[in-house]
């Protein structure tokens, strides 16, 4: 069997999953109580999937019941690219959104890795893989087979590669020695992260309020972003990486050998938020973003955003196409965080709108009014 591991790992290297570690299907005991005191604490935010099932995420077992080990898997997706300037212009996109969707990357080889194992196994075998999506807490698996070690910031981060690599796995029924052998390092007296996150989303080390988090705000979240943190997303249109981009164990990333991870494959780091503004219909914006994470939020959700981020970068140039969206878009939520960005961004010609939109037929329209009008006259 061990010599059936080692030939496992091999061939996930030469699939380009740079780690691969193996670990026991049994309960993760000590993450399923921090994962109650997180759902209780009301952390996840609008998450429905994380609170739907939970019985299932600490329990690998309870996802396919023939299950006998865990392969769990790490897939590198850092790249360099410019220093990223707004220039009054452009929104900013989480490093791991520049490629290509990775659970569409990830998926094939995670299906070839299995074929391999059967093969090398010499029996049929039962294999289930999962690349996020699923309820299962995968960091924690990760941190048991020996894959990195928890941050405060609460990713898992690598000793020698820092954090900016995704997880997958594989649930197998062949009973295989696992590695589970937790990294003794850990973030020591540094809180950096802790210190720099622009909406102070943790609620302490290793603890992330889901609601107050740019990443859950930008893409997770169906609704309208409060307004008290609208200003703390900054230049962030997609994600957020700031908790990773200041962690020292980041300092030695290198990067991806996925073609499909790389920014050209993608929408690269940075959006024009006068033509993510400018896609008056859903079937634009799925030509424009098609196979990219950024389909997640629909276009409701992208255009909020961006919406949000032109106030806070000074993309005057923005106000034409936000009038045109307070004007006739159909979706409230756009037509509402335009009406406050251009609040925000020229306060004469948004007064006139204000007291038309006031009697708008839409409450979360007339609502944004009053909250504008409120701020103005405090
Ligand atoms: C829900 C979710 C989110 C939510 C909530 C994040 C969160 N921290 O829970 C939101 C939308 C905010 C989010 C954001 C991001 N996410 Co996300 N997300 C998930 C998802 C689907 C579930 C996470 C989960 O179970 N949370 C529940 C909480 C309780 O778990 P936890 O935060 O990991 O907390 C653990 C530790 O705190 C530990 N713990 C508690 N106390 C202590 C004390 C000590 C001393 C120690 C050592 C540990 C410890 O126990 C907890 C349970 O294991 C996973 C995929 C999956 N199925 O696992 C991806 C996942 C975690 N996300 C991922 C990524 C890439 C991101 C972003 C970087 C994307 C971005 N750039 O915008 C950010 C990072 C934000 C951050 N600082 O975490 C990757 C992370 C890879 C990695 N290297 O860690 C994952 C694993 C997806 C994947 N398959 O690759 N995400
Ligand atoms: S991703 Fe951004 S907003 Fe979320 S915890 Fe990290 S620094 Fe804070
Ligand atoms: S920034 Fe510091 S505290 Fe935060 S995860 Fe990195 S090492 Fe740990």
Redesign the pocket.
Known sequence: MNNLVAQIKEAARSLGFEVAGITSVEP?A??????R???ESG???G?E??TRRTEL??HPKSLVPWAASLITL??N?YATAPDFDHENRYGRV????WGLD?HDAVKPRLHALAAQIEKMAGRKIHARS??????????????RAGI???????????PQRG??????EILVDLELPADDREIKI?CGSCRR?LDA?PTD??AG????D?RR????L???NKGAIPHELREGIGE?I????V??DVCPFNRFSSDTAWPELRPEAGVGHRLDLVEVLSIATDEEFRARFKGTPLTRPKRRGLLRNAAVVAANVGCVEAVPVLIERINHDPEPLIRSHSLWAVARLDAEKAAPLINRLLRDADPQVREECLLIVGRETN
């Not at 000590?30 to 994962?35: G, Q, V, Y």
């Not at 989480?94 to 959104?97: F, H, I, L, S, T």
């Not at 954090?163 to 997958?168: E, H, R, V, Y």
């Not at 080390?205 to 992330?208: F, N, R, S």
Request: with cysteine.
């Open positions: 993760l000590r993450d399923d109580a921090a994962f005191h997180w759902r952390f996840a935010a998450m999937y994380m995420h600490a790490a897939i997706y989480a490093r791991y959104a990775y999962f690349v996020d999506a699923v309820p299962l807490l995968e960091r924690a698996a990760a941190a990195g070690f928890f941050g405060k910031n609460t990713n898992l981060l690598q954090s900016w690599f995704f997880l997958a850990s992260c996150c989303a943790f080390p290793y603890e992330l889901s988090c740019i990443s859950y930008t893409i997770e962030w997609f994600g957020c990486d908790c990773q």
